[in-house]
């Protein structure tokens, strides 16, 4: 019985944005827009987007720390407040979540996801912790008699903790964001978006420990 050849070629559509690639669960079928399937240079933007708001948030303390020093040379009317022993404290929760942030975002580099989530939570604490401080110590100055228009460095005492502790709000945001979602989405791999979205959020919480660092230094050791 013979073959017949019509020479005809298969019909293929091009442009359909789909293919199948082996997923997580076996089933060989994965979206073309799946996250997992994203290059990693794609995935970088999320730490380049980091990286330059970052230098934005320096380059306005920056300004502010140039304002302090100048104004703290040649005021005689400027008055040194005593530091609150309380942000002792504050300056030890942020050291520690800024570890407890590393071990988290490592957790998940190892696809270890329970212990990424359980890190977070600890950190998100921690962070609390650090702003709860910062209450008291505003409190403790506020019962001395000392407030924002009391002399100039009480000003800029409350002015740069503020505006630090705004920021480090933020990161809190990002940390609730994280770990809601370590919550609900299960994987089985950690994909190039998630790790750069967490390896973003641990760059702005080193940043924000350094920045701490640096005002805690620059209020009541530089004079």
Known sequence: MAT???????????GTGSSTFPGPNG???RRNGDEFLEPDYRANRYRIGMWVALASIAMMFTALSSAYIVRAGGAPDWVSIAMPRVLLLSTAL???SSITMEVSRRNLK????SGYGRWLLVTMLLGIGFLVSQLVAWRQLARQG?????NPHSSFFYLLTAAHAVHL?????A???LWIRSRLVKQVAVSPRRQAT???VTIYWHFMDALWIYLFLLLFLWR
């Open 4 to 14: 017949m050849v019509t020479g005809t070629k298969p019909v293929t559509k091009k």
């Open 169 to 173: 709000i933020g990161g809190l945001l």
């Open 110 to 113: 190892s696809s270890s996801f």
């Open 198 to 200: 967490a390896d973003a």
């Open 146 to 150: 000392v407030y924002v228009a009391t």
């Open 27 to 29: 089933n060989g079928k």
């Open 175 to 177: 940390l609730i964001f």
């Open 94 to 96: 942020i050291l520690i």
